[in-house]
């Protein structure tokens, strides 16, 4: 390389390097930067101050979170000694039927009513019986007209017997026409005795008449309830099934509703279990979450060789207007061990951990309506991990398990679990 090319490189080197001489920041920028940055560090300062405070009076004014337990009842299960079904049955119950055969003329009661003894449920055709009664009416009259002529009659007869008499003692009437006199009143006498039982006869045909005309009159034959209507308007009826299909045998079946009780089948191995008196849980079928509280009524000695059981019937320790013939029911033999645990208590129960000691007070927190309630309470005995409130709550009530250590009357909290 020339000398000459030498310099030019040089000089082009040189020319390349940038002149960090030239690079200046005047000094209003310069102040200007200074005054941005202490802007933005304010305003983050004051960013997390801001957060600080909101989250301090977030966690000051945070709504309390519990855990809550329902007050329930002690269980009333005891063992069973044994298990049965069956039905209940009234032991008053009656299909009611006429007397005699006639037509309804009347039909006074509707299913399901509720009738006392002597209710006229219905009414027959009555008009023959009436001219029979009216008949037998007449021929009494009759025959006590007949008697009061006899007697007016018998009357004079005893006068012309005592002349016949006086005119015989004085010698001046034969002894036949004192014998006709005396016999005329005998006759008198026993012609009115006849008219007599006559009369009496026509009363006994006029209260046959007149039972005859209230044998159209169907009633009650207890208080009870119409469970089925079997007659119509215009319809016959009879005792009997005379006329075919075509003559009803019944005008309404009525049953005693206090008369209702348990009839099961107890197998025999298992009667020695099953005295009179024994108490009984009965469970319905339509209301299984209702237990009756019962107790055996009698066993009916017989048994059915076919099923090899024997029926045992069972009565309602109190009825309920709930409990209708010919309900299934299933029963539980209780022993007389287990009869105090088959009777309800008053007292309920909760977990030991809600009760708590203020100034010598047993007390509980209620919660309601999304609030704590302060309630005093007289407590019981422990019952494993459960404590028997006697007062104070109510069954269904909930109450606070855990939460904070000091819980204010009527301050807001939040059950844990619910939204």
Known sequence: ??????????????????????????????????????????????????????????????????????????????????????????????????KITGRVTG???SEGQYVHGGYVLATLDDSDVRKTLATSIADRDATQAGLLDLQVQLKNAEIELHRAETLRAAGVQTQEALDNATTTVNSLKARIQLTKQQVITSEARIRESQQSVENTVIRAPYDGVIVSKDAQLGEMVS?????????????????????????????????????????????????????????????????????ATVKVRITFDKLDPRILPDMSVKVAFLSEETKALAKPSAALLVPQSVIHDEAGQKIVYVVKDKHVERRTVRVGANVGSNTEILSGVLAGDSVVVHGPAKLQDAEAVEIKGQQ
């Not at 005693?256 to 279990?273: F, Q, T």
């Open 1 to 98: 390389m020339s000398s000459t090319q030498a310099v030019v490189h040089t000089m082009a080197s040189e020319q390349e390097k940038p002149d960090l001489s030239t690079l200046r920041i005047e000094n209003d920028k310069r102040k200007a930067s200074s005054t941005g940055g202490r802007v933005g560090t304010i305003i983050s300062v004051l960013l997390g101050v801001l957060v600080i405070a909101g989250g301090a009076y977030a966690y000051m004014h945070q709504v309390p979170a519990v855990e809550v337990a329902v007050v329930q009842r002690p269980s009333t299960d005891a063992p069973a000694l044994l298990n049965a079904s069956g039905y209940v049955t009234p032991q008053r119950r009656a299909t009611v039927a006429a």
């Open 107 to 109: 039909v006074f009661f």
């Open 239 to 307: 005792p009997n099934s005379a006329g075919g299909g075509f003559t009803r045998t019944g005008i309404a079946t009525i049953v005693d509703m206090k008369s209702n009780e348990i009839e099961v089948d107890v197998n025999e191995s298992y009667l020695a279990r099953v005295v009179p008196g024994h108490p009984v849980t009965a469970v319905l079928d339509a209301y299984p979450d209702w237990k009756i509280p019962s107790h055996v009524l009698t066993i009916i000695p017989t048994a059915d060789r076919q099923k």
